[in-house]
C-alpha cells in the first residue's frame, strides 16, 4: 500500500486546514472513530468542523490501513506476518526498520525487559488453552530458545532471524507508533490542538482550554499537552483465563509479574507503550533504567521523573 506521504497529506487537506482556521475561535472539536490493530481508535480536532476534517479523516484511514499492513499479527499478508512465516524480510518498508530500531533502543535501554521475541511464548499458552491443556515446563524452556532480540538484524536489505522457531510481536510499540503517525500527520497539515488515541495518546495543543483531560487507570484525570501516555496492564488481557496467564511475557524468565497497570509519559507514544510494556515487568528499582529513555511514571501524585 502507498504510504501517505507528508506532501501529499498536506496537498489534499490545504483547503480543509484554511477553512478550519477561520472557525477555531469557535473552538469546534471535530471526531473520528475508527479501528485499527486491535484497537479503537479516537481523534479529536479542535478548531475545525465536522465536515472540514472530513478529508483529513479520510486520508488518516488509508494511513490506518497502510500501518496495519505492516505490522499486523492476524494479516497473513502483513509484513511482520511474513517475516515470522519466512524468518526474513527482504527490502522492509522504512517504517518497519524505523519502528524496529525505536525497539532495539528501548530493549537496550530496559536490559532486556522490552523484547519483542516473546511472541512464540503468547503462542504456546494460546495454543495449550485452545487444546484444554497446561503447558509443561519443558515446552517453555524449548521456546524460550528462540526469545531474545539480539538474535535478530536490520539493514535496509533484509531483516533476519538467527535462531530458529523465532517470532516478533509488536503489540506493545505499533499502536504507539500509529497514534504519533497520526499526530505527525495532522501536525503537518497545520492543526495545532490533536489528540489522538490509537489504543495508546498523544496529545498536542491546547485542546479546549489548557490542556486535554484524558483518564489514566484508577479513574484519575491527567491533564496532557505536548505528550504522549501509555499504559500497561499484565492481567489487561488473559492468554488463559484458567491459569491466570496474561498477555505480557517476561523475555527473562518465568516469575509473574507483580504490579498492576503501569503510566509511562513520554513525547513519543511508541516510546511510552514500550516502555510501559516493560515496566509491569520490572521491580522498582529496575525502573530507573527507564530514565535514559526519558520515559516517566505516572503515580498517585502526577508525572514523576
Same mark, same amino acid.
Given at each position: 500500500?502507498? !504510504?501517505?506521504?507528508?506532501?501529499? /497529506?498536506?496537498?489534499m487537506?490545504?483547503?480543509?486546514?484554511?477553512?478550519?482556521?477561520?472557525?477555531?475561535?469557535?473552538?469546534?472539536?471535530?471526531?473520528?472513530?475508527?479501528?485499527?490493530?486491535?484497537?479503537r481508535?479516537?481523534?479529536?480536532?479542535?478548531?475545525?468542523? +465536522?465536515?472540514?476534517?472530513?478529508?483529513?479523516?479520510?486520508?488518516?484511514?488509508?494511513?490506518?490501513?497502510? @500501518?496495519?499492513?505492516? /505490522?499486523?499479527l492476524?494479516?497473513?499478508?502483513?509484513?511482520?506476518?511474513?517475516?515470522? !512465516?519466512?524468518?526474513?524480510?527482504?527490502?522492509?518498508?522504512?517504517?518497519?526498520?524505523?519502528?524496529?530500531?525505536?525497539?532495539?533502543?528501548?530493549?537496550?535501554?530496559t536490559?532486556?525487559?522490552?523484547?519483542?521475541?516473546?511472541?512464540?511464548?503468547?503462542?504456546?499458552?494460546? !495454543?495449550a /488453552?485452545?487444546?484444554?491443556? !497446561? #503447558?509443561?515446563?519443558?515446552? #517453555?524452556? +524449548?521456546?524460550?530458545?528462540?526469545?531474545?532480540?539480539?538474535?535478530?538484524?536490520?539493514?535496509?536489505?533484509? @531483516?533476519?532471524?538467527?535462531?530458529?522457531?523465532?517470532?516478533?510481536t509488536?503489540?506493545?510499540i505499533?499502536?504507539?507508533?500509529?497514534?504519533?503517525?497520526?499526530?505527525?500527520?495532522?501536525?503537518?497539515?497545520?492543526?495545532?490542538d490533536?489528540? #489522538?488515541?490509537?489504543?495508546?495518546?498523544?496529545?498536542?495543543?491546547?485542546?479546549?482550554?489548557?490542556?486535554w483531560?484524558?483518564?489514566?487507570?484508577?479513574?484519575?484525570?491527567?491533564?496532557?499537552?505536548?505528550?504522549?501516555?501509555?499504559?500497561?496492564?499484565v492481567?489487561?488481557?488473559?492468554?488463559?483465563? #484458567?491459569?491466570?496467564?496474561?498477555?505480557i /511475557?517476561?523475555?527473562?524468565?518465568?516469575?509473574?509479574?507483580?504490579?498492576?497497570?503501569?503510566?509511562?509519559?513520554?513525547?513519543?507514544?511508541?516510546?511510552?507503550?514500550?516502555?510501559?510494556?516493560?515496566?509491569?515487568?520490572?521491580?522498582s528499582?529496575?525502573?530507573?533504567?527507564?530514565?535514559?529513555?526519558?520515559?516517566? @511514571?505516572?503515580?498517585?501524585?502526577? @508525572?514523576?521523573?
Amino acid at each position: 500500500m502507498t !504510504r501517505l506521504s507528508r506532501r501529499r /497529506f498536506i496537498a489534499m487537506s490545504a483547503a480543509t486546514i484554511a477553512a478550519g482556521r477561520a472557525s477555531a475561535a469557535g473552538r469546534e472539536t471535530a471526531y473520528w472513530r475508527g479501528q485499527a490493530l486491535g484497537a479503537r481508535v479516537q481523534i479529536a480536532l479542535c478548531g475545525i468542523s +465536522q465536515a472540514e476534517a472530513a478529508p483529513l479523516f479520510d486520508g488518516l484511514e488509508l494511513e490506518l490501513l497502510r @500501518i496495519e499492513s505492516l /505490522f499486523s499479527l492476524y494479516r497473513t499478508d502483513s509484513a511482520l506476518a511474513r517475516l515470522n !512465516r519466512d524468518q526474513i524480510l527482504r527490502n522492509p518498508d522504512p517504517a518497519m526498520l524505523h519502528l524496529l530500531s525505536e525497539a532495539r533502543a528501548v530493549f537496550t535501554a530496559t536490559e532486556g525487559a522490552f523484547d519483542p521475541t516473546v511472541q512464540p511464548l503468547f503462542d504456546l499458552h494460546a !495454543r495449550a /488453552f485452545a487444546e484444554g491443556r !497446561r #503447558v509443561g515446563a519443558d515446552e #517453555v524452556q +524449548q521456546v524460550r530458545r528462540g526469545v531474545g532480540f539480539d538474535h535478530v538484524s536490520l539493514s535496509p536489505q533484509a @531483516i533476519r532471524f538467527h535462531r530458529a522457531g523465532m517470532a516478533l510481536t509488536l503489540n506493545g510499540i505499533a499502536q504507539g507508533y500509529a497514534t504519533d503517525r497520526l499526530a505527525t500527520l495532522l501536525k503537518s497539515a497545520g492543526l495545532r490542538d490533536i489528540l #489522538v488515541n490509537a489504543g495508546e495518546i498523544r496529545a498536542l495543543g491546547d485542546g479546549q482550554g489548557q490542556g486535554w483531560t484524558v483518564s489514566v487507570p484508577g479513574g484519575r484525570a491527567l491533564t496532557l499537552k505536548d505528550q504522549a501516555i501509555a499504559t500497561s496492564d499484565v492481567s489487561g488481557t488473559l492468554v488463559d483465563p #484458567v491459569a491466570g496467564i496474561g498477555h505480557i /511475557f517476561d523475555p527473562r524468565g518465568d516469575a509473574p509479574p507483580t504490579s498492576g497497570p503501569v503510566s509511562i509519559c513520554h513525547d513519543s507514544a511508541a516510546i511510552a507503550d514500550a516502555a510501559s510494556t516493560a515496566a509491569v515487568l520490572m521491580s522498582s528499582p529496575e525502573r530507573d533504567l527507564l530514565r535514559p529513555l526519558g520515559a516517566k @511514571i505516572v503515580g498517585s501524585a502526577g @508525572i514523576r521523573s
